[in-house]
């Protein structure tokens, strides 16, 4: 049972904005504190992603741990109301994000995503964790990674 009502439920949930959110302005700040250049939302890349560095030919996706079903995190969970829609639509959301990656990926883009759940601590960005682990993956040779925080999995 919901405690909203429905139509309450529904302007919430559309509210729900797909660009700058919170974890991305994270991952950004902490691209600009590393120095790093890029542009945002490119819309002609397969998945739009995120983040992306041109002439490093780097992609990076910022997804929810809920909306993008992180394996293993407590956010990435299923609401009890509406379940079948729900598994439905959050399975969706991973198989198109699947499809968009490997696509980039045979495209000869680097990619890289970061989970939610590793931006949520403070201080995450100069001598935190998440700094120091995407200019790991940005100075290295891994055609795709993933980063995820404490409270994901993967």
Same mark, same amino acid.
């Given at each position: 049972?919901?405690?909203?009502?429905?139509?309450t439920?529904?302007r919430?949930?559309s509210?729900?904005?797909g660009r700058?959110t919170k974890?991305?302005?994270?991952?950004r700040r902490? *691209?600009?504190?590393l120095?790093?250049r890029?542009? *945002?939302?490119?819309?002609? *890349?397969?998945?739009?992603?995120?983040?992306?560095m041109?002439?490093r030919?780097?992609?990076i996706f910022?997804h929810?741990?809920f909306?993008h079903?992180h394996p293993?995190?407590r *956010?990435?969970?299923v609401?009890k109301?509406?379940?079948?829609f729900?598994s439905?639509k959050?399975d969706?959301?991973?198989?198109?994000?699947?499809a968009a990656i490997?696509s980039?990926?045979?495209?000869?883009?680097r990619?890289?995503?970061?989970w939610?759940?590793?931006?949520r601590?403070?201080?995450?960005c100069?001598?935190g964790?998440?700094a120091a682990?995407l200019?790991?993956?940005?100075?290295?040779?891994?055609?795709?990674?993933?980063?995820?925080g404490?409270?994901?999995g993967q």
């Amino acid at each position: 049972m919901d405690i909203v009502d429905q139509q309450t439920r529904s302007r919430m949930m559309s509210g729900i904005r797909g660009r700058d959110t919170k974890p991305e302005r994270v991952v950004r700040r902490c *691209l600009t504190q590393l120095g790093y250049r890029y542009r *945002l939302h490119r819309k002609d *890349l397969p998945g739009a992603p995120d983040i992306v560095m041109p002439g490093r030919r780097i992609a990076i996706f910022v997804h929810g741990c809920f909306w993008h079903r992180h394996p293993g995190c407590r *956010l990435a969970y299923v609401p009890k109301t509406n379940a079948a829609f729900w598994s439905r639509k959050l399975d969706g959301n991973a198989e198109r994000d699947r499809a968009a990656i490997r696509s980039l990926m045979e495209d000869g883009w680097r990619v890289l995503v970061v989970w939610e759940c590793a931006t949520r601590r403070s201080g995450l960005c100069g001598e935190g964790a998440l700094a120091a682990r995407l200019a790991d993956w940005l100075e290295g040779s891994m055609k795709g990674g993933a980063i995820p925080g404490s409270e994901g999995g993967q």
